[in-house]
């Protein structure tokens, strides 16, 4: 009865202590839980048989009993410049594709992940938002997004890998899956990703900085601004009027930064609407005494009507925040010609799937 009770169990998200407590009560010694711990994230082994510190006899119950679910690669688009995107399907609990983006760079990858299928917050630059809200993702979902995207491209990994929550959903509002997947992520023990080399990336949603505020660990914290007033910040961020920017920007003065840590600031450049210098000079004022730092993002046109901000506009917007002592910096988004936007994959898949 316990065999059936157990079987299949999907241990992919689980925590050391989770998993110490599942081979406890499959009738094994607990440390077997580290050691199979260490083995999905820090070797990245899925298969049970690879594990060969474990027993035959372990093996093989673990082969009947249990499962290392990893989400099916749907399809990648490679882009010019080296970036690959995932299209994920997940079919524990509703259906749903997700996405995921590795960026290969000299020293380093970049791995960007979804932390919801679709989203509900409904900004107006973003296509995911037409997607509505599908559901969250699990932890185990979540990890498995690097995971699956560091195992595609093992023959060519660097040795630092950066992740970014910055796909598709609010992570904020899907707080205790993100945190437990962050915990496993950031673990020494587990994929040991720094800290420091970790952004999640929220709309402003002010009960969640205040939560992430109290973490022992944690990301970096970035917020999408991409507006320099309330007015503005309403028309392209609904969840702009449940949280205005001053209580905002106070939520983000009291966050207990530690040493070499900073917030970050993103700012998507949409062409005649929020990119002029007197733009420029309110977002300086909103983050003086801020120990911030700014990506520019210059908007790519796509499907939305927005248009791409002249380069001399860009320049002059950075230049207002170089002055008044704001580290800035002008990111272009990658893998353009492999579709830029979160949620434009989920998008043409959908379109794909329909014609
Ligand atoms: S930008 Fe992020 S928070 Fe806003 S709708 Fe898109 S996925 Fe959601």
């Given at each position: 009865m316990g065999g059936n009770l157990t079987k299949s169990i999907n241990l992919l998200g689980k925590s050391a202590e989770e998993l110490r407590a599942i081979l406890e009560s499959l009738?094994?010694?607990?440390?077997r839980g580290a050691q199979i711990y260490h083995a999905i994230y820090a070797e990245r082994r899925f298969d049970f048989a690879a594990m060969t510190n474990l027993p035959a006899a372990l093996r093989e119950k673990l082969a009947r009993e249990a499962a290392i679910n990893l989400p099916q690669i749907v399809r990648r688009y490679r882009s010019s410049d080296g970036t690959v995107r995932y299209v994920l399907a997940l079919d524990e609990g509703k259906p749903a594709n997700i996405e995921a983006v590795f960026m290969p760079e000299e020293n380093r990858q970049t791995i960007c992940i979804s932390t919801q299928a679709g989203c509900a917050v409904d900004c107006e630059f973003c296509l995911t938002a037409t997607l509505g809200l599908i559901r969250n993702l699990s932890a185990g979902e979540i990890v498995s997004e690097v995971l699956v995207a560091l195992d595609d491209n093992r023959d060519s990994l660097k040795p630092q890998t950066n992740i970014v929550l910055m796909g598709q959903g609010e992570p904020l509002l899907n707080y205790d899956a993100v945190m437990a997947a962050l915990r496993i992520l950031l673990d020494p023990n587990g994929l040991a990703i720094s800290p420091r080399h970790a952004a999640l990336s929220t709309s402003g949603v002010i009960p969640g900085i205040e939560r992430l505020a109290r973490e022992k660990v944690r990301p970096l914290l970035a917020i999408s601004l991409n507006a320099s007033s309330n007015e503005q910040r309403d028309k392209i961020m609904p969840i702009n009027r449940k949280y205005p920017l001053e209580k905002l920007l106070d939520a983000c003065r009291e966050y207990?930064?530690?040493?070499?840590e900073w917030l970050l600031f993103e700012y998507v450049l949409l062409g005649g609407f929020n990119d002029s210098p007197e733009d420029a000079r309110r977002v300086a004022k909103l983050l003086a005494n801020l120990r911030a730092k700014v990506n520019l993002i210059p908007w790519n046109p796509g499907e939305l009507p927005f248009a791409r901000p002249a380069p001399a506009r860009v320049a002059e917007f950075q230049k207002i925040l170089v002055d008044k002592g704001i580290l800035t910096f002008v990111r272009d988004s990658r893998g353009q010609d492999v579709m830029a936007a979160c949620g434009q994959l989920s998008l043409a898949e959908a379109a794909a799937a329909a014609s």
């Amino acid at each position: 009865m316990g065999g059936n009770l157990t079987k299949s169990i999907n241990l992919l998200g689980k925590s050391a202590e989770e998993l110490r407590a599942i081979l406890e009560s499959l009738g094994e010694p607990a440390y077997r839980g580290a050691q199979i711990y260490h083995a999905i994230y820090a070797e990245r082994r899925f298969d049970f048989a690879a594990m060969t510190n474990l027993p035959a006899a372990l093996r093989e119950k673990l082969a009947r009993e249990a499962a290392i679910n990893l989400p099916q690669i749907v399809r990648r688009y490679r882009s010019s410049d080296g970036t690959v995107r995932y299209v994920l399907a997940l079919d524990e609990g509703k259906p749903a594709n997700i996405e995921a983006v590795f960026m290969p760079e000299e020293n380093r990858q970049t791995i960007c992940i979804s932390t919801q299928a679709g989203c509900a917050v409904d900004c107006e630059f973003c296509l995911t938002a037409t997607l509505g809200l599908i559901r969250n993702l699990s932890a185990g979902e979540i990890v498995s997004e690097v995971l699956v995207a560091l195992d595609d491209n093992r023959d060519s990994l660097k040795p630092q890998t950066n992740i970014v929550l910055m796909g598709q959903g609010e992570p904020l509002l899907n707080y205790d899956a993100v945190m437990a997947a962050l915990r496993i992520l950031l673990d020494p023990n587990g994929l040991a990703i720094s800290p420091r080399h970790a952004a999640l990336s929220t709309s402003g949603v002010i009960p969640g900085i205040e939560r992430l505020a109290r973490e022992k660990v944690r990301p970096l914290l970035a917020i999408s601004l991409n507006a320099s007033s309330n007015e503005q910040r309403d028309k392209i961020m609904p969840i702009n009027r449940k949280y205005p920017l001053e209580k905002l920007l106070d939520a983000c003065r009291e966050y207990p930064l530690r040493p070499r840590e900073w917030l970050l600031f993103e700012y998507v450049l949409l062409g005649g609407f929020n990119d002029s210098p007197e733009d420029a000079r309110r977002v300086a004022k909103l983050l003086a005494n801020l120990r911030a730092k700014v990506n520019l993002i210059p908007w790519n046109p796509g499907e939305l009507p927005f248009a791409r901000p002249a380069p001399a506009r860009v320049a002059e917007f950075q230049k207002i925040l170089v002055d008044k002592g704001i580290l800035t910096f002008v990111r272009d988004s990658r893998g353009q010609d492999v579709m830029a936007a979160c949620g434009q994959l989920s998008l043409a898949e959908a379109a794909a799937a329909a014609s």
